[in-house]
Protein backbone atom coordinates (compact mmCIF):
# COMPACT_ATOMS: atom_id res chain seq x y z
CA UNK A 1 0.00 0.00 0.00
CA UNK A 2 1.40 3.21 -0.86
CA UNK A 3 -0.43 6.50 0.39
CA UNK A 4 0.02 10.22 0.35
CA UNK A 5 -1.81 12.10 2.95
CA UNK A 6 -2.41 15.14 5.02
CA UNK A 7 -4.05 12.79 8.45
CA UNK A 8 -2.06 10.96 10.64
CA UNK A 9 -1.36 7.10 10.67
CA UNK A 10 -1.66 4.96 13.32
CA UNK A 11 1.28 2.73 13.13
CA UNK A 12 -0.79 -0.72 15.25
CA UNK A 13 -3.16 -0.49 11.81
CA UNK A 14 -0.51 -0.48 9.54
CA UNK A 15 1.22 -3.62 11.17
CA UNK A 16 -1.53 -5.51 11.62
CA UNK A 17 -2.45 -4.88 7.90
CA UNK A 18 1.30 -6.02 7.18
CA UNK A 19 0.81 -9.98 9.12
CA UNK A 20 0.02 -12.51 6.23
CA UNK A 21 -1.24 -15.13 8.15
CA UNK A 22 0.90 -18.24 8.59
CA UNK A 23 3.22 -16.82 6.30
CA UNK A 24 5.06 -13.88 8.26
CA UNK A 25 8.26 -14.12 9.93
CA UNK A 26 9.31 -10.93 10.57
CA UNK A 27 7.68 -7.17 10.50
CA UNK A 28 10.33 -4.11 10.08
CA UNK A 29 9.11 -0.94 10.44
CA UNK A 30 10.51 2.72 10.75
CA UNK A 31 8.67 5.79 11.18
CA UNK A 32 10.17 9.16 10.50
CA UNK A 33 9.51 12.43 13.00
CA UNK A 34 9.84 15.66 13.06
CA UNK A 35 12.60 17.13 15.69
CA UNK A 36 13.20 20.30 16.75
CA UNK A 37 14.90 22.18 14.48
CA UNK A 38 15.25 25.26 16.15
CA UNK A 39 15.94 26.93 19.76
CA UNK A 40 12.74 28.35 19.38
CA UNK A 41 9.48 27.08 21.12
CA UNK A 42 8.05 24.21 19.84
CA UNK A 43 4.69 26.73 19.43
CA UNK A 44 6.85 28.79 17.68
CA UNK A 45 8.38 26.28 14.98
CA UNK A 46 6.51 24.80 11.68
CA UNK A 47 7.12 22.07 9.08
CA UNK A 48 5.40 21.91 5.68
CA UNK A 49 5.70 19.10 3.62
CA UNK A 50 5.05 19.94 -0.31
CA UNK A 51 4.61 17.15 -3.07
CA UNK A 52 3.87 16.41 -6.85
CA UNK A 53 0.84 14.71 -7.12
CA UNK A 54 1.10 11.78 -9.26
CA UNK A 55 4.90 12.11 -9.70
CA UNK A 56 5.11 10.86 -5.85
CA UNK A 57 2.72 8.55 -5.68
CA UNK A 58 4.58 6.61 -9.15
CA UNK A 59 7.98 7.38 -7.47
CA UNK A 60 7.23 5.32 -4.12
CA UNK A 61 5.46 2.53 -6.43
CA UNK A 62 9.03 2.67 -8.42
CA UNK A 63 10.72 2.49 -5.14
CA UNK A 64 8.47 -0.52 -3.57
CA UNK A 65 8.61 -2.42 -6.90
CA UNK A 66 12.46 -2.70 -6.93
CA UNK A 67 12.31 -3.51 -3.35
CA UNK A 68 9.78 -6.74 -4.12
CA UNK A 69 12.16 -7.39 -7.21
CA UNK A 70 15.42 -7.49 -4.80
CA UNK A 71 14.11 -9.31 -2.11
CA UNK A 72 11.63 -11.79 -1.20
CA UNK A 73 8.57 -10.07 0.83
CA UNK A 74 5.22 -10.87 2.21
CA UNK A 75 3.96 -7.06 2.07
CA UNK A 76 5.10 -3.38 2.06
CA UNK A 77 3.34 -0.24 3.51
CA UNK A 78 4.68 3.48 2.57
CA UNK A 79 2.92 5.81 3.88
CA UNK A 80 4.09 9.64 3.80
CA UNK A 81 2.22 13.08 4.82
CA UNK A 82 2.33 16.25 3.21
CA UNK A 83 0.88 19.77 4.28
CA UNK A 84 1.47 21.62 7.77
CA UNK A 85 3.08 19.22 10.68
CA UNK A 86 4.40 20.30 14.10
CA UNK A 87 7.63 19.04 16.15
CA UNK A 88 7.30 15.28 17.32
CA UNK A 89 4.57 14.77 14.69
CA UNK A 90 4.97 11.65 12.41
CA UNK A 91 6.35 12.14 9.20
CA UNK A 92 6.91 9.00 7.09
CA UNK A 93 6.20 5.20 7.89
CA UNK A 94 7.79 2.31 5.82
CA UNK A 95 7.05 -1.38 6.90
CA UNK A 96 7.79 -4.32 5.48
CA UNK A 97 6.75 -8.34 5.96
CA UNK A 98 8.89 -11.10 4.85
CA UNK A 99 9.52 -14.59 5.68
CA UNK A 100 12.71 -13.68 7.29
CA UNK A 101 14.46 -10.78 9.22
CA UNK A 102 17.10 -10.05 6.84
CA UNK A 103 15.07 -9.36 3.92
CA UNK A 104 12.69 -7.49 5.93
CA UNK A 105 15.48 -5.06 7.73
CA UNK A 106 17.34 -4.62 3.87
CA UNK A 107 14.26 -3.73 1.70
CA UNK A 108 13.00 -1.04 4.82
CA UNK A 109 16.58 0.28 4.76
CA UNK A 110 16.51 0.35 1.17
CA UNK A 111 12.77 1.60 0.69
CA UNK A 112 14.02 5.05 3.08
CA UNK A 113 17.27 6.00 1.36
CA UNK A 114 15.35 5.78 -2.36
CA UNK A 115 12.43 7.45 -0.54
CA UNK A 116 14.83 10.36 0.40
CA UNK A 117 16.55 10.67 -2.69
CA UNK A 118 13.88 9.70 -5.29
CA UNK A 119 10.10 10.81 -4.41
CA UNK A 120 9.21 14.34 -4.92
CA UNK A 121 8.66 15.84 -1.48
CA UNK A 122 10.35 18.89 -0.21
CA UNK A 123 10.60 20.20 3.23
CA UNK A 124 9.96 24.23 4.74
CA UNK A 125 10.93 24.81 8.24
CA UNK A 126 9.21 27.86 9.52
CA UNK A 127 11.03 29.67 12.92
CA UNK A 128 8.74 32.20 14.35
CA UNK A 129 8.48 34.43 11.53
CA UNK A 130 11.46 33.21 9.09
CA UNK A 131 10.67 29.80 6.80
CA UNK A 132 13.50 28.34 5.29
CA UNK A 133 13.47 24.82 2.53
CA UNK A 134 15.45 21.92 3.94
CA UNK A 135 18.73 21.90 1.76
CA UNK A 136 19.11 18.46 0.59
CA UNK A 137 21.87 15.90 1.99
CA UNK A 138 24.88 15.09 0.36
CA UNK A 139 25.06 11.68 2.72
CA UNK A 140 21.60 10.62 1.63
CA UNK A 141 22.48 10.94 -2.10
CA UNK A 142 25.72 8.73 -0.87
CA UNK A 143 23.77 6.38 0.44
CA UNK A 144 21.81 5.45 -2.18
CA UNK A 145 25.76 3.94 -3.65
CA UNK A 146 25.80 0.69 -1.58
CA UNK A 147 22.90 -0.38 -3.07
CA UNK A 148 24.02 -0.07 -6.55
CA UNK A 149 24.03 -4.20 -7.87
CA UNK B 1 4.22 23.31 -32.47
CA UNK B 2 3.78 21.95 -28.96
CA UNK B 3 1.61 23.62 -26.39
CA UNK B 4 3.19 22.27 -22.71
CA UNK B 5 2.43 22.61 -19.40
CA UNK B 6 5.36 23.28 -17.17
CA UNK B 7 5.27 23.53 -13.47
CA UNK B 8 7.79 24.12 -10.53
CA UNK B 9 8.15 23.31 -7.09
CA UNK B 10 9.25 24.48 -4.10
CA UNK B 11 12.04 27.07 -3.48
CA UNK B 12 11.77 27.27 -7.24
CA UNK B 13 8.37 28.11 -7.24
CA UNK B 14 9.16 30.68 -4.97
CA UNK B 15 11.50 32.33 -6.95
CA UNK B 16 9.79 32.68 -10.20
CA UNK B 17 6.85 33.37 -8.20
CA UNK B 18 4.69 31.26 -9.95
CA UNK B 19 3.41 27.44 -9.71
CA UNK B 20 2.60 27.16 -13.48
CA UNK B 21 3.08 28.17 -17.01
CA UNK B 22 2.02 27.12 -20.56
CA UNK B 23 5.32 27.66 -23.24
CA UNK B 24 4.93 27.12 -27.09
CA UNK B 25 7.57 24.97 -28.28
CA UNK B 26 9.09 24.06 -31.64
CA UNK B 27 10.68 20.58 -31.45
CA UNK B 28 13.21 19.02 -31.35
CA UNK B 29 14.27 20.56 -28.00
CA UNK B 30 15.68 19.31 -25.22
CA UNK B 31 15.34 19.69 -21.48
CA UNK B 32 18.59 21.95 -21.11
CA UNK B 33 17.42 23.64 -24.29
CA UNK B 34 13.54 24.59 -22.34
CA UNK B 35 15.60 25.17 -19.59
CA UNK B 36 17.39 28.16 -20.97
CA UNK B 37 14.72 29.51 -22.97
CA UNK B 38 12.41 29.54 -19.74
CA UNK B 39 15.30 31.11 -17.64
CA UNK B 40 15.34 33.94 -20.33
CA UNK B 41 11.27 34.26 -20.38
CA UNK B 42 10.49 34.35 -16.84
CA UNK B 43 10.86 36.74 -14.02
CA UNK B 44 13.93 35.69 -12.09
CA UNK B 45 13.91 32.25 -14.32
CA UNK B 46 17.81 32.37 -14.20
CA UNK B 47 17.27 30.14 -11.01
CA UNK B 48 16.42 27.44 -13.81
CA UNK B 49 19.88 27.55 -14.58
CA UNK B 50 21.37 26.31 -11.23
CA UNK B 51 23.02 23.06 -11.96
CA UNK B 52 21.48 21.44 -8.87
CA UNK B 53 17.52 21.68 -10.56
CA UNK B 54 16.00 18.64 -11.60
CA UNK B 55 13.57 18.08 -13.79
CA UNK B 56 10.79 15.54 -15.10
CA UNK B 57 8.77 14.63 -18.03
CA UNK B 58 4.95 13.16 -16.97
CA UNK B 59 6.35 11.86 -13.96
CA UNK B 60 9.34 10.56 -14.74
CA UNK B 61 13.06 11.72 -13.38
CA UNK B 62 15.17 13.39 -16.93
CA UNK B 63 18.23 14.81 -17.29
CA UNK B 64 19.27 18.07 -19.50
CA UNK B 65 20.31 15.91 -22.20
CA UNK B 66 16.81 13.84 -22.97
CA UNK B 67 14.86 15.48 -25.95
CA UNK B 68 10.59 16.42 -25.82
CA UNK B 69 8.60 14.29 -27.68
CA UNK B 70 5.29 15.09 -29.63
CA UNK B 71 3.38 12.87 -26.70
CA UNK B 72 4.56 15.25 -23.52
CA UNK B 73 1.64 16.51 -21.39
CA UNK B 74 3.70 18.51 -18.76
CA UNK B 75 7.60 19.33 -17.46
CA UNK B 76 8.26 19.96 -14.36
CA UNK B 77 11.44 21.45 -12.78
CA UNK B 78 12.15 21.58 -9.10
CA UNK B 79 15.06 21.34 -6.32
CA UNK B 80 16.63 18.09 -4.69
CA UNK B 81 13.80 16.41 -3.22
CA UNK B 82 13.80 16.24 0.80
CA UNK B 83 11.46 13.49 1.96
CA UNK B 84 11.31 11.30 4.17
Known amino acids: ?149 | MLSVNVVFFASLKEIIGQDSCVITLDLPVSIGQLKQKLANELKNGQALLDESIQSSVDFEFTRDADMISESVKEIAFFPPVTGG
Open chain 1, 1 to 149: MIQVQQENFQVDDLYNNLLKANQTGAVVMFVGLVRQFSDLSKQACSFELEHYPGMTERNLQAIVDEANSRWSLLDVSVVHRVGRLSIDDQIVFVGVSAAHRAEAFEACDFIMDYLKSRAAFWKKETQGLESRWVAANTNDEKSLERWVK
